[in-house]
């Protein structure tokens, strides 16, 4: 029978872990600096918690999902850059009141697009609706001739690609190689000081909190159902009179805005952007941080993400030679020893003897016999 309750006791007890773990034991334990390192990992927890929806359910491998997290960081970025970038900053400048990298370029006025991201407002909506609306075009466009797999991974990597060389090419609106940088208040609060850096953990971490809350939502709705059978048997789906297509672009659409979310998280805490977020290898990663945590479970994802840039900080800074190998080894072995990852062995190894040891120490009701018995013969 289908457990249509929103959390099992499994899931809560996993939902309170991670909260306890991100909002008490994280803070109490570590200084400013390692907090803001774990603030920046969750950025791409966002990515590996929109990959479940995306890849886990639906089965859409999508190894470009750096493009939505640039998108999402950029747009936050811009509205950062242009209010450090005011006229008493800049007086220096040829032209006072524009982003410095575009004074460097000999450009004297504000591009048009540009104009809008002096409003908060405008910005939080176009961290939502850019990427949302740019994967509903790749989605339509690919679904919609039903190219999948394979052919959609590579075809999202291009993507990628191509917005890379785009960000470096037009350095005069973008920044090119070096990105936004100096980001520094947000509607006049400064983002930099320690103090700050810890009230955007907690925002940062109710956010994540709300994406969960959605994934779950989508994973026990009739359309989470219809993701999982149309990821296990799409024809099936398609011939019981369902639109394959919609469904694949929404599950699309919601992994870029999740991933757009954690790009303008980035930018907030981090305190810049730069193509090197965008492309072809940070992509694959974020697509390794999902499938060591899990591409099934939504806590694994984010207990993954944590893991593989834990073990990425540690053995940079030990052996940086070393880590791409790593990294690579890692992902082999999750795939021939572990394909479910941590959740798998979690759920396979460990929470059957934990069920086990909790079943065993319950009190047994009275009148009860060892149904190993048979009846009516003695029990040694």
Known sequence: MTDNRFFNRSELIGILVLAVFLVV????TLDVFRLNLVAKYLTYAFVALGLVVCWGYGGILSLGQGVFFGLGGYCMAMFLKLEASSVENTKIQSTPGIPDFMDWNQITSLPLFWKPFH???????????VPGIFALIIGTAMFKRRVGGTYFAIITQAVAAILTILIVGQQGYTGGINGMT?????????????????????FEVGCLFVCIMIAQFVRHSKLGRILVAMREKEDRVRFSGYSVANFKIFAFCIAAVFAAIGGAMFALNVGFMSPSFVGIVPSIEMVI?????GRLSILG??????????????????????WLFGLGGLFIAVVLAF??????????????RIDRLISSRKPKPEGWTDSSVADGAPAE
């Open 289 to 293: 941080y999902t499938a060591v945590g």
């Open 301 to 322: 994802a984010i207990y993954g993400t944590l893991l593989v840039n834990f073990a990425k900080t540690s053995l940079s800074e030990t052996f940086p030679e070393l």
């Open 182 to 202: 100096d980001l520094r208040t947000l509607k006049g609060w400064d983002i930099r000081p320690d103090h700050a850096k810890v009230v955007l953990y907690f």
């Open 339 to 352: 394909p479910n990852g941590l959740a798998g062995i979690w759920g396979d190894y460990v929470q059957p």
């Open 119 to 129: 409003s908060l407002t405008f910005t939080i909506a176009a961290i939502i609706l």
């Open 25 to 28: 034991v994280l803070p109490l």
